[in-house]
């Protein structure tokens, strides 16, 4: 039997792609939820720029929305090309082996390219009225009659039948609940983007600009993608979407000590003080390659630590559950963290649909997500080893 769930109220802590995903899935089976979102505005942090969707993710992108975001979706990714540059930092190509999860090769179509806010925009269309930003989760407790009573950091409360915890790396109902062990891999990512400008382009290599290049050093690599939007593909629901010009994606990932960084001094540089670090990193590779910081946007710059879960055990069932990071966080080197939210919300959103009682819905989908998700960070550790080599600290 179907039964829809109509009189449920589900609580998603978390606008990210996982839980915006989610969301759709609801949405287009006829399920209502409220997101809690601890940020003001979907725009406030800068989050990455280029997401890497694999054919799984999109397979699940396109079970969760309706046709016309999924097309919009499609429409606004930047040009994908079949495989990879590998290249030395004098700009001449390489052997190196590649991380496996990347190769396209037999792939039906291959990865896509979408901006990260693009996509998070398009995940939003529609559910505007569902979220609630500004809204901090601190803590939950467990009600008579299977209900969950919420509290947020501004004093509110919220009382929800079904929750789902999708608030990323830091979430407490990731970590306590579902007891997702998280540990620090010892590695970070360095990341940013650079414009198309006209000098920029007269300047960076050509070879540069088509499709995804690598670089694998010592005890680092360095990824770039060329992000170039087919304005021709546009329609006129891309108009509710903020610009975007074009531009190179770049990510160095590694040892901090690759970069003059020490373990505990990397986390709180300004892009101002990043950018030194890579133009010493840099000075002795091929112009037309150091080209690519010369003229980085120095507002784009971060720098992350590299976490990855542990393989995950069972915990009691019920109605509260995780998706996405917030239960399984797994290394950038993958490039499967977000495809495998993704398919979180997917199965989820098909669970809930398809199981008459809330809670077998949630077992099942996290007996499935646990060998899923357990798979996905081990890909993502082996991913790693080629990038940056062993580094567990
Ligand atoms: C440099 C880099 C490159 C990457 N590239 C790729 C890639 O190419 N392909 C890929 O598949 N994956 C990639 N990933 C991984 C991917 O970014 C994550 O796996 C993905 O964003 C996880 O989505 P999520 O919805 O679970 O969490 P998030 O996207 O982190 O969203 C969590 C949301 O919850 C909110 N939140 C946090 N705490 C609270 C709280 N207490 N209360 C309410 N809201 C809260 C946050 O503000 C945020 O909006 C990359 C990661 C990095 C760092």
């Not at 939003?124 to 803590?139: A, D, R, T």
């Not at 970590?175 to 650079?194: A, F, L, P, W």
């Not at 890579?278 to 150091?290: A, G, P």
């Amino acid at each position: 039997m179907i039964q829809k769930h109509t009189n449920q109220r589900i609580a998603i802590i978390g606008a990210g792609l996982g839980g915006l995903c989610l969301a759709q899935g609801l949405k287009k089976n006829g399920l209502d939820c409220k997101i809690f979102e601890k940020d003001a505005a979907i725009n406030t942090r800068t989050q990455g720029y280029r997401i890497r969707v694999n054919e799984p993710g999109r397979k699940a992108l396109q079970t969760c929305l309706p046709q016309d975001l999924y097309t919009l979706f499609i429409n606004t990714c930047a040009t994908s090309y079949r495989g990879m540059n590998v290249l030395t930092t004098t700009l001449e190509s390489s052997r190196n082996e590649l991380v496996e999860s990347w190769s396209d090769g037999i792939k039906e179509i291959p990865d896509l390219k979408p901006n990260r806010l693009t996509l998070r925009e398009i995940l939003l269309q529609g559910l505007q009225e569902n979220i609630s930003f500004g809204k901090e989760l601190k803590g939950w407790t467990a009600l008579e009659n299977q209900e969950v009573e919420l509290s947020f950091t501004d004093g509110t409360k919220y009382i929800a039948d079904l929750v789902i915890a999708a608030d990323g790396v830091h979430s407490k109902i990731g970590s306590e609940y579902c007891r997702d062990q998280k540990v620090n891999t010892g590695n970070i990512t360095i990341y940013g983007r650079t414009f198309y400008s006209p000098e920029a382009l007269k300047a960076i290599s050509p070879e540069l600009q088509k499709g995804t290049s690598v670089i694998i050093e010592n005890q680092y690599s360095l990824i770039i993608d060329a992000m170039v939007f087919d304005s021709s593909r546009k329609d006129t629901s891309s108009d509710l979407l903020s610009p975007v010009s074009n531009y190179f994606y770049w990510a160095f990932i590694g040892d901090p000590e690759a970069f003059g960084l020490l373990q505990a001094d990397f986390y709180n540089h300004s892009g101002e003080e990043i950018l030194p670090i890579i133009h010493q990193l840099t000075h002795d590779w091929h112009s037309q390659l150091k080209a690519l910081f010369n003229y980085a946007d120095q507002k784009s710059l971060s720098i992350n630590p590299i976490r990855s879960s542990l393989s995950k055990e069972p915990w009691p069932s019920g109605n509260i559950t995780a998706l996405g990071d917030a239960v399984h966080t797994m290394s950038p080197a993958g490039g499967v963290g977000a495809n495998t939210a993704f398919i979180d919300a997917a199965l989820l959103t098909e669970n809930i649909m398809t199981h008459s009682n809330i809670s077998m819905a949630i077992a099942d989908y996290e007996d499935k997500m646990r060998i899923y998700s357990n798979q996905a960070v081990e890909i993502s550790l082996q991913g790693g080893e080629i990038l940056h080599g062993t580094n567990e600290k």
